[in-house]
Each structure stands twice: as structure tokens, then as C-alpha cells.
């Protein structure tokens, strides 16, 4: 755990320090509640690197947190492949002696036209960076990242995640539909993706979708289905007026369309 620390934090100098030991060297971790041992650093200007695979987050500043036998890393600022991350990124260790994996926990509020070059820089390029080049976002939405990564050489990084889209604009580029009001949460578990009982407009008619996407072979699958019951009326004004008078009620519509990316 300690190599893994010098390997992956970087730089960067200590601001302030402040250290609180209470009890034998030989009981630490103090389990048993014997005793107490406590670090809170500073730490300006550094980079950190979680992985090999992942971009460093540079430009960071953090609180360092030992408590007993726990690390925390809390973030102040930072930058991670183009995205101000603020206070959103939270590094820790459970058990400094015997974790098997290091978590990282992203928050960050962000222009979702940010989240493609992002993903893109990550190995979930080819999966939810892919999927975004295909459904792209317009405005502020709020997205969190888990990156669970392992401390020996053996076994892979997991991600999970999810967007929180909002009454967000989203451009569908393939077919090239233009959607409003599309509210919903976007999951991720490493290439994985879902947006299950999402809502939208289109045209200013309300209906309800679900996108699903997975790695097929060389390709990434993704499919949309939905269902709208539309007055009649509104889809008149649509059509130039062509129709008016003619027809009335309402309409229910399934949508279905699958693609390769």
C-alpha cells in the first residue's frame, strides 16, 4: 500500500501539517480502541495517478487524512482530463494493512458537452465515450464515477457511475433526433450503460424511453425503445396544417431503433 502511495502521489509540497499519536507503536492500528493515531496534511500543487490506464489528476490540492489504520485523500481542486473536479474527489483506503482495493469517488457538476472528451480519455472510451458521441447532451448535469482499483498487480480496475440528466437537451446524432426535457439517470458499470424509464419530448410531445448499451465483439450495441400517446391536435400542428381538421384523439406510438457505434 505505502509503494503504491509513492508511485501514484505525485509532486506537490506540504502546506500544513498537523499530527496526533496517542498509545503504543505496538498496538497500532489500535483496533481495540488502546490508542489513536492521527495525521491532517495540506498537500498543494500535486499530481495523483490511481492507475496507469487512467490520465493524473493534476493541479491538486487535498486534504491527507490518517486515522488510525484509514486514508483519505479529499480534494480542494484538481483537473482530470479536461474536467474541474473542485471538492468532487474523494481517494480512500479502508484499512491502510489489509484493503485490497483503493476507491475513488468522483462528484462534479459539470457542461455535459465535457463528458465525451472525458470518458474519451479513459479506458471507457470505446464504450460510454463512444455512446456519448451518439447522445450528446447540452447543459449542466451532475455525474459521479466509482473507480475501484486493485493495490496488488492482479486484477482490473471497475467503474461504475452514473449522469443525472435534467430537463437536459440531447441530441440523438444517429438518426439525428433532437430530444427536450430529457430527464433521467444514465448508469454505467464499466461498459455497461442504462437509462431506464427516462422521459423527453420531441416536438414538444412528451414520451418515455430506455437506452441500454454493451460491448459486442469489436462493436458497442446500443438500443432504444419507448412509448408515446400523442393527441392527435399536437401532431397536426406538425404537419403544415395538411391534416387539420380531419382527424382527432389520440395516438399511442412505440419506438424501437438499434445501432452499431
Do not use: C
Request: proline share 4%; hydrophobic share 40%.
Amino acid at each position: 500500500t505505502i509503494d503504491y502511495l509513492n508511485r501514484s502521489l505525485r509532486g506537490g509540497r506540504i502546506d500544513l501539517a498537523k499530527v496526533l499519536w496517542q498509545g503504543k507503536l505496538s498496538d497500532f492500528p489500535y483496533r481495540d480502541h488502546n490508542g489513536r493515531f492521527l495525521v491532517d496534511a495540506k498537500v498543494v500543487d500535486a499530481t495523483f495517478n490511481f492507475n496507469q490506464a487512467w490520465p493524473d489528476i493534476t493541479d491538486l490540492n487535498v486534504d491527507l487524512i490518517f486515522s488510525n489504520e484509514r486514508m483519505d485523500i479529499l480534494s480542494q481542486q484538481g483537473e482530470l482530463a479536461g474536467l474541474r473536479l473542485g471538492q468532487g474527489v474523494v481517494v480512500s483506503i479502508d484499512d491502510l494493512s489489509n484493503a485490497k482495493t483503493l476507491n475513488v469517488d468522483i462528484e462534479t457538476l459539470q457542461q455535459a458537452e465535457k463528458l465525451q472528451p472525458f470518458f474519451a480519455a479513459t479506458p471507457l472510451n470505446s464504450s460510454v465515450g463512444t455512446v456519448l458521441e451518439t447522445v450528446q447532451g447540452k447543459g449542466e448535469v451532475l455525474g459521479k464515477t466509482r473507480i475501484l482499483v486493485p493495490l496488488s498487480k492482479q486484477g482490473e480496475v471497475e467503474v461504475t457511475g452514473e449522469v443525472d440528466f435534467s430537463n437536459t437537451p440531447v441530441y440523438i446524432a444517429k438518426p439525428g433526433i433532437p430530444f427536450d426535457n430529457v430527464t433521467g439517470t444514465l448508469t454505467f458499470n464499466n461498459n455497461d450503460i442504462a437509462l431506464k424509464n427516462a422521459k423527453a419530448t420531441w416536438l414538444g410531445m412528451p414520451f418515455n424511453f430506455n437506452l441500454q448499451g454493451e460491448q459486442k465483439d469489436a462493436n458497442y450495441a446500443l438500443s432504444l425503445t419507448g412509448d408515446a400517446l400523442w393527441q392527435v391536435n399536437d401532431i397536426v400542428k406538425h404537419t403544415q396544417g395538411v391534416m387539420a381538421g380531419y382527424l382527432s384523439g389520440v395516438v399511442p406510438f412505440d419506438i424501437e431503433f438499434n445501432m452499431e457505434l
